[in-house]
Nanobody, 114 residues
Framework: VQLQASGGGLVQPGGSLRLSCAASGSIFSVERMAWFRQPPGNERELVATIFGAGYTNYADSVKGRFTISRDDAKNTVDLQMISLKPEDTAVYYC?????????WGKGTQVTVSS
């Protein structure tokens, strides 16, 4: 199983970006998918999780600004980010728990700067 993330880039404060991540390979059941991020000089932190039933949770710092969604038919997870702030600058990683194993995608850089 591989996870391929895309959609990072440079955006001005207040702007929007959409990250996408697709899981490929031999997949029977995707239990949960998530996005993490690692700001410069800091540890990786959980941003948002979406479970099989569609239940979601978010880090307090992104509530109301970020929305996680998934397409079970395509095994994809997206992160819609609006009202971006400089402190959202980080390498973003997608994560999936598939068939009782954890998988990580390569990071995608998001930079929020004027």
């Amino acid at each position: 199983v591989q996870l391929q993330a895309s959609g990072g880039g440079l955006v001005q404060p207040g702007g929007s970006l959409r990250l996408s991540c697709a899981a490929s390979g031999s997949i029977f059941s995707v239990e949960r998918m998530a996005w993490f991020r690692q700001p410069p000089g800091n540890e990786r932190e959980l941003v948002a999780t979406i479970f099989g039933a569609g239940y979601t949770n978010y880090a307090d710092s992104v509530k109301g600004r970020f929305t996680i969604s998934r397409d079970d038919a395509k095994n994809t997870v997206d992160l819609q980010m609006i009202s971006l702030k400089p402190e959202d600058t980080a390498v973003y990683y997608c994560y999936a728990f598939i068939d009782r194993s954890a998988y990580w995608g390569k990071g995608t850089q998001v930079t929020v700067s004027s």
